[in-house]
């Protein structure tokens, strides 16, 4: 990666590398409640650490030489802070970045980010996104028909990941046909973002293969829109120029890389996470029917009682302090921003799902979507497919009825979320 465009005399790359903190699990109910936030065997619920965490004092060390930063004001301090950099998650995750993982305006600062972001959002525009409402809309209707039909489903295969994969596809511009491929190819990816410490060589390899054929890909693509535009985001990005600067290639497959897998991964999770979250508290679901109006602030609940991503990372550039610690330039944050979301300082009753949080003026916001500068650019088109299956449930009286009480989760830490969710839906739930 580069090292930081706004302060030439801070070169972030030169850091040393440092070393994973050496406390055992064992020796401190803090140091077991980091292991217990990062282990895979608590991906089905890392919030009773979490918790831990906001009550220890001061920022508990944590892996790879950072400190974890677990309370919603302190997360949202640093995120608000453009001092801390985020063009170091790659270094800092992903030693090998250069080679298995092409930049993108996701690991930059200003001003690359602050241009690229420019340039991308003319692709990103409301009147496209919300011209996708339809098609979500008669997608959504089609997937809840065939899941009700089906019986005992994976709710995660028939509905959470197939909507927004179709979605993100359309706006891409990506061919039908081709749908499977861009799933297989972003599966690879989107475990390749967690640290290459958590990987085994076949993950990495298969990131590193998953890459390659997503740039073939979507190489090939982008050259074809070059000479024959369309109506779809890729051309758009293609096509894009402002003030006479424009994508290089580089930039473009790496811009569409993270599009792509941001995109629909993340609300594969969203989707997911909503439904079993409803389905364990039946009563707000109830409330939805009753008050349909709250479906946009249900969105909002949603993503803050179970984010899809839990973390993310930042380094200092210049010399700062959070929660009362000084942070040297090079020295990095693990923000739990899963954790933030759960605040009880700041979410009252934080651990419980209440669908009308949101819908009072003045409600404290959540971090699912991030902050400040990397404020997700696609958040418009997660709370449209959620909302589109939220509605879809009430207009249809569907309700859903959990098989098992612990779902298995996927191994990926950044992107957290269910590899399955077997359900029933069931239709006259309120009758």
């Keep these: 990666m580069h090292p930081s465009r706004t302060d030439p005399t801070v070169d972030l790359t030169s850091a040393p590398p440092r070393a994973t903190p050496t406390a055992s699990p064992d020796e401190h109910p803090v140091a077991q409640a980091v292991a217990a936030a990062l282990d895979v065997d608590h991906r089905h619920d890392p919030y009773p650490a979490y918790a831990v965490l906001r009550a220890a004092p001061g920022l508990p060390p944590g892996p790879l030489g950072t400190h974890v930063v677990a309370r919603h004001g302190d997360c949202e301090q640093v995120l608000q802070e453009p001092a801390w950099s985020h063009a170091e998650e790659a270094r800092l995750l992903h030693p090998d970045s250069d080679v298995h993982l092409p930049g993108s305006f996701l690991w930059m600062d200003p001003p690359d980010h602050t241009r690229l972001c420019r340039l991308v959002a003319q692709g990103f525009t409301p009147r496209r996104i919300d011209g996708l409402r339809p098609q979500a809309e008669e997608l959504t209707a089609r997937l809840l028909d065939t899941a009700v039909e089906a019986g005992p489903v994976d709710l995660v295969e028939a509905l959470a990941y197939p909507l927004p994969l179709r979605m993100i596809c359309r706006l891409m511009g990506v061919p039908a046909e081709a749908e499977d491929d ?124 179970d984010a899809p991503v839990h973390l993310t990372t930042r380094t200092a550039r210049t010399t700062l302090t959070v929660s009362g610690r000084t942070f040297a330039p090079g020295e990095s944050l693990l923000l ?54 939220l509605r879809a449930l009430i207009a249809r009286d569907i309700g859903v009825e959990l098989q098992t009480d612990r779902p298995r989760y996927r191994p990926n830490l950044v992107v957290r979320g269910m590899a399955e969710l077997p359900a029933r839906l069931t239709v006259g739930a309120t009758r």
């Design 336 to 389: 739990l921003l899963g954790s933030a979301n759960r605040d009880a300082a700041v979410f009252p009753d934080g651990d419980r799902l209440d669908v009308t949080r949101f819908a009072t003026r003045g409600a404290a916001r959540h971090l699912a979507f991030g902050l400040g500068l990397h404020h997700c650019i696609g958040a418009a088109l997660a709370r449209l497919e959620m909302e589109t299956v």
């Design 182 to 305: 861009v799933r297989r190819m972003s599966a690879g990816i989107a475990r390749g973002l967690d640290p290459d410490v958590l990987l085994t060589a076949e993950e990495l390899a298969a990131r590193t293969a998953a890459v390659g054929e997503f740039t073939d890909f979507f190489g090939d693509l982008a050259a074809r829109r070059r000479t024959d535009p369309r109506d779809d985001l890729v051309t758009a990005l293609v096509l894009a120029e402002q003030e006479g600067d424009r994508l290089s290639p580089v930039e473009l497959l790496g811009t569409l890389l993270i599009l792509v897998v941001a995109g629909h991964e993340t609300t594969v999770n969203l989707i997911a996470n909503g439904l079993r979250a409803l389905a364990l508290h039946p009563d707000q679901l109830a409330v939805l029917r009753e008050r349909p109006e709250l479906v946009t602030s249900a969105v909002d609940e949603i993503l803050r009682f």
